[in-house]
């Protein structure tokens, strides 16, 4: 489930929960509690195209809809440039085969760009001169540069079509853009990076982006929230992740909350939309609030 | 203490005394019977085994022979910057700048990333940095509220993360958080870390005087635990625990009372 269609409402039988869209509920990866999901697949092909989705956490990892999203767009045919600055490339690759997916596969066969952040920090560090020529796409880390034009041109050049592409859509994924700001970048920066990416990934490509923005309970970083919140303003999607208020729960795990963008141009009220979730080994299952099945 | 006891090699920093003073001051292994860490003889040595971890009387400190026995790395920061005063890394701070370089020149050489396959087994590297942040450091971010350069520490963090990731070698860092005043950068160093607890102590605070906390000398918070490589995020079911400190040992134990 990545996103809840305003058109079908939520209808509850019997304490399970059914939620309708357009396209079918996926078997493995996320799905949703009470009722099984039918066998059909998401068709990336069906979903709005040149769209903008921001995944906040707050008080808790939201990490796991970056598997979901990566898996998802992977798994629907879409070539996709993953920009991983937080965690190492054989962390996703072990999640994501755990939802059904091969990253080492996808990369192999030209589907999947990814950027492993921490790597390519330690080549620009303690690694030889480019032998290419070609400033590292993490070159403002150096000091040399405050913007993030060569992390631009990475993901521009990641995902303009190639003669021989045959992929579906170009997506871009970013975990976590809160990382940037710890390694110096000013938040005016990043907003501009994301800025740029919109250009090209989302008007002239017709491709989507995901970014997560990872927050902590306390919010005493302003630099993240105002990024965050900058963000939130021209997203289409967001999808906000939060620990229960109520302290730890064995069967659940947090609260997400839905905002879809009817609108950016009119005052049009956003639909928001509130679900609770448990994590578990494959897949996570998401329910109305109360109606998990510890307390039914 | 770990780490000599199971044959692992050691990396001690610290900017406050000399590191073989930390050595010294560790523990002395205590009883017959030797529990070891199935994890570790994995990589060292296969071997049949029980339990995890060791003993310790903290009341002792270690015998040199066993010290002897492993091979130690140390960096103490005033013998290191008269060295090189000038070493400079992506505007960080000197002393952190330094610091990366050493560890990663110990990491390269002694082949912990897999460089040089063939020159012997493979074994672990348990690096241990004593109070980052602080003012021996060359930091500012603990003594003032609009520090100088925010950024040294989350970047110190960031690339020593990437050295972690790249080879067989884990980190334990102190942090005097009560110094730090900002805390947006306590939120960013937790972001980066897999691994954050937290140690409160009841000195000098009302707690001291709390019947409920008679016994114990301190609360131990568990802010956050690694997430890697698997979707499941923080699932223990306890969170209050709070710790003694007495002449042998130091316990850690869930806090039934509060």
């Known amino acids: 489930m990545t996103e809840v269609s305003s058109t079908r409402s939520v209808k509850a039988r019997c304490g399970s929960f059914l939620v309708g869209t357009e396209r079918g509920v996926q078997r493995e990866g996320f799905q949703v509690a009470g009722r099984s999901s039918t066998a059909g697949s998401m068709s990336a092909a069906a979903s709005p195209q040149g769209k903008f989705t921001l995944l906040r956490d707050t008080g808790t990892d939201g990490s796991f809809l970056v598997h979901h999203f990566l898996s998802f767009y992977l798994r629907a045919g879409c070539k996709v440039c993953f920009v991983a600055l937080l965690q190492s490339f054989s962390h996703y690759n072990i999640v994501a085969q755990k939802l059904g997916v091969s990253l080492t596969a996808a990369r192999e066969r030209g589907q999947l760009v990814f950027l492993e952040g921490l790597k390519s920090c330690l080549d620009l560090l303690f690694g030889e001169e480019e032998p290419s020529g070609e400033p590292s796409p993490l070159q403002f880390i150096s000091g040399s540069t405050s913007n993030l034009k060569a992390l631009f041109d990475f993901v521009r050049t990641s995902l303009t079509p190639a003669d021989s592409a045959s992929w579906k859509g170009p997506v871009l994924l970013v975990d976590d853009l809160s990382v940037l700001l710890s390694l110096g970048a000013a938040p005016v920066a990043v907003l501009d990076f994301i800025h740029y990416c919109r250009v090209v990934v989302c008007s002239q490509l017709q491709g989507n982006i995901v970014v997560l923005v990872h927050g902590s309970e306390d919010a005493e970083d302003e630099e993240n929230d105002l990024v965050g919140n900058s963000l939130g303003h021209h997203s289409d999607l967001i999808l906000w992740v939060e620990g229960l208020a109520t302290g730890f729960c064995k069967d659940v795990h947090g609260e997400i909350k839905i905002i879809k963008r009817l609108s950016l141009e009119s005052t049009e009220q956003d639909l928001v939309q509130v679900y609770q979730y448990k994590i578990q080994e494959r897949n996570v299952t998401f329910f109305a609030r109360g109606l998990s099945a510890a307390v039914l | ?258």
């Open chain 2, 1 to 258: 203490a770990e780490g000599v006891v199971c044959g692992h090699d050691l990396f001690v920093a610290s900017a406050m005394e000399p590191p073989d003073n930390i050595l010294k001051v560790k523990t002395h292994r205590r009883g017959k019977d030797i529990l070891i860490d199935h994890n570790y003889l994995e990589i060292a040595s296969p071997t049949t085994s029980t339990k995890f971890g060791h003993y310790y009387d903290i009341s002792k400190t270690m015998s040199p022979e066993l010290l002897q026995s492993i091979k130690w790395h140390s960096f103490y920061l005033p013998e290191e910057l008269s060295l090189e005063p000038k070493l400079k890394m992506c505007n960080m701070n000197c002393g952190y700048a330094n610091l990366l370089h050493s560890i990663q020149r110990v990491i390269y050489q002694e082949g912990f990333d897999g460089s040089h396959p063939q020159k012997k087994q493979k074994n672990i590297l348990r690096i241990g940095i004593q109070s980052l942040g602080s003012l021996l450091w060359g930091d500012d971010i603990c003594s003032s509220d609009t520090p100088e350069d925010i950024h040294s520490l989350t970047k110190f963090l960031y690339v020593l993360r990437g050295l972690l990731r790249k080879s067989l070698s884990a980190c334990i860092i102190t942090v005097p958080s009560h110094l730090i005043q900002n805390k947006a950068i306590m939120e960013r160093v937790t972001n980066l870390s897999d691994m954050v607890v937290g140690l409160e102590s009841f000195i000098g605070s009302e707690r001291e005087t709390n019947p409920l906390y008679k016994d114990y000398h301190g609360l131990l918070h568990v802010h956050q635990i690694p997430r890697l490589n698997s979707l499941i995020c923080d699932v223990s079911d306890t969170k209050d625990l709070a710790f003694r400190l007495k002449r042998k040992q130091f316990t850690i134990e869930r806090d039934f009372n509060v």
